[in-house]
Every structure is written in structure tokens, then in C-alpha cells.
């Protein structure tokens, strides 16, 4: 390592590509900090990807789970993902305030300095709350992460989350920080990832049973089962029994487009993502997450 870092000392900062120089910068300088933050920033896939393989190899090498590892990964696996969950809220700056009849201050005194009298009030339009479900299984690595990225960047409608492999964690979300959804998916992708195998069938099962008459609930998988059991669109249609309910999936570039056709065919919508990095956008323009204020007198 010491020889390496004296022939990269040598390289001519000038004749580097501007986007590298800050990681040449902190290499170089032995800025931990900086290049963890570069590396979080510029390739948060590829970190997290790189964590998991580790974790995994410590599987492999130990009997049993080096707790100490585990929970360190999961540290550095959140830092990662928070670097690029900052800016992704879509409700803005009112998005705490979810009582109805709240006074819109600014214009209730506009019409108080007028002679006007009327106090105006406002409130937000009602936004459905949904169930996500999301395979876990290490062949979803990537995708599985934008998808917690995404359904961390919109807490306030998640009203659940179901991480599942050949097993389903079923976890109630939290309204206002997502720190408690990213390590409790990055513990069970680390550690029940390693497994590889998947039961859609169990997820939707579990969803039946804890979904009300009218919920939304989004998957996210390639729709590859790998565990003997009835047919996922069997259950996907058992949850669509009741009118209200609404089922939308999104699958990657690969994925069984059998599998895909017949949850079409029951009424299920299927949106294929060609990049990960495009599912925030996605998820809030298929489920109508726009943040409305309507003022009422």
C-alpha cells in the first residue's frame, strides 16, 4: 500500500479529470471522511454492494454472524444511503402538519389588515397510505435499495413495510425519520439476503392479512419464486378481491415476464425499471404524491 500511495503522489493533479480530482484529493491525503462521503455520493450502489459481499464473506469464513461486523456494516450501509436520501421529501415544507382546520396565518391577517374579519383556514387533501413490499433476496440488491431510498423519501403515506426473502418481516413505519426503516432493511438484506431464496407467494399471503378494504400496495421484485408454493397471482388476486384495493409492481430489466403477464391480467399494474436510480420518481408519479394546500373560508 505505502509504495502505491508514493507512485499516486507522483501522478500530475492538473492532467486528472475534474470530477475525480476531490477522490485523488482524499486518497492522497488519507481523508477518510471525504472519500467516504465521494464513494456515497458518486457510487452509493456500488458501496452498499461491496459492504454486503463482506458481510457475507464473514458468513462464509465464521460459524456464525460476527455481530460486531454486522452491525458496523449497517452503520456504514445508512450513512451511505442518507448522503442520497437528503433532497427526495415531496412534501415540502409543510409536509409535518396534517391537521385539518389549521389557520393559514399569513393570509388570515392579509384580510385582518383589510377590514376583513374571516379567518382562513387550511388543510391537506387526504393522501392513501400504502404497503410496501420488498424482496430482499441478494439478487435484488440494487433495485431492493432504491426502493427502501424511495419509500424512506415518503414516510408519511408508508403505513407498512414487508421486507421479505423465503421469510416476511413485517415492520409498521415511522411518520418521521427513516432511519429505523434503512437499517432494519439493510440488517435483513446482509443477513437473510445471503439465503437466496424467495417467496413471493408467503409476501402477499402476509399482505392479505394485514391490508384494509381500500389500500395500495406496491412490490417490488423480479417475480422469480424460488420456494415451492402456490402460484404469486393466485394470492395477488385473493388481495384484489375487494374493489378498493390496489396492487402496482415494479420489476427490474430482469424478470419473469410470464409471472408479469398474469398479474396484468388480474388487474395488476407492472412498471419495468430500466435504472434503479429512477424509482423515487416513479413510485411518487404512480401513486399521485403531489403536495396540495387548498385554503378554505
Not at 67 to 79: Q, S, V
Not at 131 to 152: E, H
Not at 155 to 178: E, G, H, N, Q
Amino acid at each position: 500500500l505505502d509504495y502505491s500511495m508514493f507512485f499516486l503522489s507522483k501522478v500530475d493533479q492538473s492532467k486528472i479529470d475534474p470530477r475525480l480530482r476531490p477522490l485523488y484529493r482524499s486518497i492522497v491525503d488519507n481523508d477518510q471522511a471525504s472519500l467516504f462521503k465521494y464513494l456515497s455520493r458518486k457510487y452509493p450502489l456500488e458501496t452498499i454492494e461491496y459492504l454486503t459481499v463482506k458481510v457475507w464473506d464473514s458468513i462464509r469464513s465464521f460459524e456464525g454472524m460476527d455481530k460486531d461486523l454486522l452491525w458496523r456494516a449497517i452503520e456504514l450501509g445508512y450513512r451511505v444511503l442518507k448522503y442520497n436520501l437528503h433532497g427526495m421529501d415531496y412534501l415540502g415544507e409543510t409536509r409535518t402538519s396534517y391537521v385539518r382546520g389549521r389557520i393559514a396565518v399569513k393570509k388570515t391577517m392579509y384580510n385582518f389588515a383589510r377590514y376583513n374579519y374571516t379567518v382562513v383556514r387550511r388543510y391537506k387533501e387526504k393522501t392513501s397510505r400504502m404497503i410496501a413490499l420488498v424482496d430482499v433476496s441478494g439478487s435484488m440488491l440494487k433495485f431492493s435499495t432504491w426502493a427502501v431510498l424511495s419509500l424512506s423519501s415518503i414516510l408519511p403515506v408508508v403505513k407498512t413495510t414487508i421486507l421479505f426473502t423465503d421469510k416476511t418481516y413485517i415492520s409498521r413505519a415511522p411518520r418521521k425519520t427513516s432511519r429505523y426503516v434503512i437499517i432494519n432493511y439493510l440488517e435483513k438484506l446482509f443477513v437473510e439476503g445471503f439465503r437466496g431464496y424467495t417467496n413471493i407467494s408467503l409476501a402477499l399471503r402476509t399482505l392479505n392479512e394485514i391490508a384494509g378494504n381500500n389500500d395500495v400496495a406496491v412490490l417490488f421484485s423480479d417475480l422469480e419464486q424460488t420456494v415451492k408454493d402456490s402460484e404469486p397471482w393466485v394470492e395477488a388476486s385473493k388481495f384484489l378481491s375487494l374493489g378498493g384495493r390496489r396492487l402496482v409492481v415494479f420489476v427490474p430489466p430482469y424478470y419473469r415476464s410470464d409471472v408479469a403477464r398474469e398479474f396484468m391480467r388480474i388487474g395488476c399494474e407492472v412498471v419495468v425499471v430500466k435504472d434503479p436510480i429512477i424509482i423515487p420518481r416513479l413510485l411518487k408519479r404512480k401513486l399521485g404524491l403531489k403536495a396540495r394546500t387548498t385554503y378554505t373560508i
